[in-house]
């Protein structure tokens, strides 16, 4: 039986969400050393919103969910497996307080462990023998793809920086929540304009949590970030909150100055709280909350039940944890 | 239309190959810049065996060919996929004569790039809705992964080395030779032991195949190699023609000398004519002729048409390709 750490508000899906994990678990507990621990280190953790969203999506429409746990387990571990490579390609030391697999494993084995992930993900998917929840699944596997590889390879100082930012964190993030629910509607029966709503919500959630993230990365408690504060700053991304102040700020500014390449430490600190003390932060949160609004108006048109609901709490939840 | 370079006995099928190239090209034509490049650089060339496998399995039970097209150009991405993973991995600069993705572009971006086809190829499958298929398919890429990752964890100097390098040429190539069998069988609709029958030829071809490739990689011209000669002893690779010659020959000798960590070109040069002046190339030979007999014998349950017997002279090819 896996154990998991969840937030109040999905207690009442805990069996489900076990469930899942018990699938992972079982997937892992075939492959052989040290792969398995490599992949232990991996999987699991973190906030279980996508296995939440596919989950609620099967009980609202009140189907078995047997197939939905399956659906959960692969969106798991190819989100795992995202995060292997990401990691690798932005050298992050730490993601959930945990050193991450390429500082402690070769880079060429941490290539493959994510390749391994990606395989059984897709082993998970072609068990549900549902080739629409299949092409969903390969089509966005390549949009994440392709936007990790657009932002790496584009300049910084790009004039569309908004623009790019919105299509990063479509592509990371909003992209694989959309491609959650939509699978779940698809294997829940769901109707053509249900599922466009469902995709409409996950989307929206998918930017809200995205947008939230890039403020707790400034904002947040590091042993809760469980990684370096500013980690987004000290790799020269530029988030919501860092582009709403740069728009409000004449140049050089403490923030203009680590990203023109001043990253000693007192340097990051005096940016960090410069972005903090500033209006930038309300002003992503608020975008942030718009996005959640937008996303609990697409369910309305959604069946009216106790899962619906539950997914309308999950999305001012995101905006929520950390006012 | 594109024009590809066949050997001239897979003459018969060039239409066919031609189609399966012109489907990656279609797939590609649609990846925006600069990834489209990148993959242009990684994807086609090579001996289109593969390909060929899946096409003659089809024409060999006269189906319709449409869904063998799809399936050998999935086939064909999901190598080329790893073949950029490995060649980053392995840190090799030339793959067929031309430099290797990661040799041109930052590592995470070819991490990505290859990811990126693993989800084209996935895609692929995904539209021949056929999830035996696709498990199929899911499931080999697990194999191969799990293999290349055991190659590089394992201690070189291990007693099983023998058994080491046959579980290895089986997790990277004979594994997806058979599933590549086993998939075009499965959309023929072929029996259950006709299926056993092609997966058998495949599997015996893929060894045999690569313990040629292992041959040449010492004996070939370096031109016609498309890389440097002597490239897995180099990386310390110990392949069958190299355990041929340990095996008779005393320590130290000029093989183990470089294996040991001397790896001077002279030094080099010097065991690569060891090895090639003895009787290793020849054993290694007959044990991948050994292996065709075994799988032209597979052979003899299928349907005995021209598309079995050209499958039969393309096992033979394989190995007298350099004799």
Redesign the interface.
């Given at each position: 039986m896996v154990s998991v750490q969840l937030i109040s508000l999905l207690e009442p899906i805990r069996p489900q969400i076990e469930r899942v994990e018990g699938l992972v678990d079982e997937k892992l507990a075939a492959?052989?050393e040290?792969?398995q621990t490599m992949l232990r280190r991996s999987v699991g953790g973190g906030k279980h919103l996508r296995p939440a969203l596919i989950i609620l999506i099967g009980q609202m429409f009140a189907v078995p969910l047997e197939p939905f746990h399956r659906l959960a387990a692969a969106v798991d571990m190819l989100h795992a497996a995202?995060l292997i490579?990401d990691d690798?390609?932005?050298r992050s030391a730490l993601r959930r307080g945990r050193e991450t697999l390429h500082t402690i494993w070769?880079?060429?084995?941490t290539?493959?462990?994510?390749?391994?992930l990606?395989?059984?993900a897709?082993?998970l998917?072609?068990?549900?023998?549902?080739?629409p929840v299949?092409?969903v699944?390969?089509?966005v596997?390549?949009t994440m793809?392709?936007g990790?590889?657009?932002r790496?390879?584009s300049a910084q100082d790009a004039p569309e920086r908004w623009q790019d930012y919105y299509r990063g964190i479509e592509a990371k993030t909003a992209s694989l929540f959309a491609a959650s629910a939509e699978m779940a509607a698809i294997l829940a029966g769901a109707e053509a304009s249900q599922r466009t709503a469902l995709c409409c919500f996950a989307r929206e959630l998918g930017i809200a949590f995205q947008i939230v993230d890039d403020v707790l990365d400034l904002t947040g408690n590091e042993v809760l970030l469980g990684k370096p504060q500013g980690s987004d700053l000290r790799q020269g991304l530029l988030t919501l909150p860092i582009l709403y102040y740069l728009e409000s700020r004449a140049n050089p500014n403490p923030v203009s100055t680590v990203l023109a390449g001043q990253r000693d430490e007192a340097q990051v600190r005096a940016a960090i709280e410069a972005v903090c003390a500033s209006e930038a932060i309300e002003a992503a949160l608020q975008e942030a909350s718009n996005h959640v609004r937008c996303g609990q108006e697409a369910l309305a048109t959604l069946p009216d039940n106790e899962s619906c609901r539950l997914l309308g709490s999950l999305a001012a939840y995101v905006v929520e944890r950390e006012r």
């Open positions: 492959v052989e040290p792969l995202t490579h690798l390609v932005d070769p880079a060429g084995a290539v493959l462990a994510g390749d391994y990606l395989g059984q897709t082993l998917i072609a068990e549900l023998e549902h080739p299949c092409k699944f390969a089509d596997l390549c793809c392709a990790e590889i657009r790496m390879l």
